[in-house]
């Protein structure tokens, strides 16, 4: 059995004439009208050429106060990952000490549930880097 096709419409695509193009020709507009829009292109192009001059320095101010975050934060994690460890450890001794002492065991659970806190609250320390790459034409 054969199948058939549905029937397409056929897809239809227009190309401009120039030679049919209706509207003023630049041979028809006087001199002054076209040195004047000649003059503010170039004046919104040297405007937008500025703006994207001036975002650009933002952006590397931007980009040298989060290194200088990052820097900072990384020095505080040399000292500071190692005394979590330490403490880690030191809480784990004071757990195996508590329990082997027979204290109460909500004491014991109140000193798991602080280390877990402290754990999860170190683990939160950083930033998030997003990089946008930008394409201009000057």
């Excluded at 549905?6 to 028809?28: C, K, S």
């Excluded at 050429?49 to 040298?64: G, I, K, P, T, V």
């Amino acid at each position: 059995m054969a199948k058939h096709l549905p029937a397409q419409t056929p897809r239809v695509i227009h190309y401009i004439d120039p030679a049919t193009r209706t509207g003023t020709d630049l041979r028809d507009v006087p001199p002054a009208v076209l040195a004047l829009a000649l003059a503010d292109a170039m004046g919104r192009q040297h405007r937008q050429s500025l703006e994207r001059r001036d975002q650009y320095a933002a952006w590397l101010l931007r980009r040298e106060e989060i290194a200088r975050h990052d820097r900072r934060v990384r020095r505080w994690l040399l000292i500071g990952v190692p005394a979590a460890l330490a403490l880690l450890v030191a809480g784990g001794w004071w757990l195996a000490e508590m329990t082997m002492a027979a204290v109460s065991t909500t004491a014991v659970l109140s000193g798991v549930v602080v280390l877990a806190v402290a754990v999860v609250l170190a683990g939160t320390v950083g930033r998030r880097c997003i990089t946008v790459v930008q394409h201009w034409h000057e």
